[in-house]
């Protein structure tokens, strides 16, 4: 069964510094999108995607934060600046189609910002 | 806007006792409603789900029916076992929204041998 795929499974970085956490979403799939996860805390919706651009944001995804989908088959999201404030595990989902609802979630991306 | 209000865990039970998760909603036209289980250091995985009203999604023993007239989705499993043992999170996808979906605050079941 196709799967949605992130890496790097988990990554440590030093407050300010950039991160790129990638996906793979499934391959005929057309919506995307970004949800974190703190610590200990409920599943927030961060961004979502589709046909080349943002088609909703919360008020978490500010600017230092963004989305990219740079070859047709990767989705990227990128903090330009890591607060420690952003060490979350964060997941990525994608949708076939919006009649379908139910997304497929990623296995996430566990950040540690130090 | 969209929410779920689960019930406040955590929830600790005896092996083979009947569980249930309080779920309940809120939106606006007819979305579609999920249960997710995430074990320790896991991610998400889907349970079930029900996309209209009176549908039981059910899966691995554990059930639950939308029910429209009171917005609720509770999540009920006759006899539990240890591996159970996990964060059971609510939710529901609306119909507008870009089929962003909208979690409830989690649930953590504890199962004692």
């Known amino acids: 069964e196709p799967e949605v795929t992130q890496t790097p499974s988990h990554q440590v970085t030093q407050m300010g510094q950039e991160v790129i956490l990638r996906c793979v979403p499934i391959?005929?799939?057309?919506?995307f999108y970004w949800y974190r996860q703190i610590l200990g805390q409920k599943v927030e919706f961060l961004v979502s995607?589709?046909?080349?651009?943002?088609?909703?944001k919360s008020e978490i995804f500010d600017d230092q934060f963004s989305v990219e989908r740079p070859d047709g088959s990767n989705f990227t999201l990128k903090i330009r600046s890591t607060k420690l404030e952003d060490s979350a595990m964060y997941f990525c989902?994608?949708?076939?189609?919006?009649?379908?609802?139910?997304?497929?979630f990623g296995p996430g991306t566990r950040l540690l910002v130090l | 806007g969209n929410s779920v209000t689960q019930m406040e865990g955590p929830v600790t039970l005896s092996e083979e006792a009947f569980l249930t998760i309080n779920c309940t909603y809120t939106?606006?036209?007819?979305?579609?409603l999920f249960w997710y289980v995430q074990y320790p250091g896991e991610g998400l995985q889907l349970l079930l789900k029900?996309?209209?009203?009176?549908d039981k999604g059910s899966n691995k023993g554990f059930e639950a029916t939308y029910r429209k007239e009171t917005t609720s989705f509770h999540l009920e499993k006759g006899s539990v076992q240890v591996s159970d043992s996990a964060v059971y999170f609510c939710?529901?996808?609306?119909?507008?929204?870009?089929?962003?979906?909208?979690f409830g605050d989690g649930t953590t079941l504890t199962v004692k041998p």
């Open positions: 989902a994608s949708l076939p189609d919006r009649g379908g609802r139910t997304q497929y």
């Open positions: 391959s005929n799939h057309l919506y």
């Open positions: 995607f589709y046909n080349n651009e943002i088609s909703e």
């Open positions: 939106a606006t036209g007819y979305p579609s």
């Open positions: 029900a996309t209209k009203a009176d």
């Open positions: 939710a529901l996808s609306g119909e507008t929204n870009a089929g962003k979906s909208t």
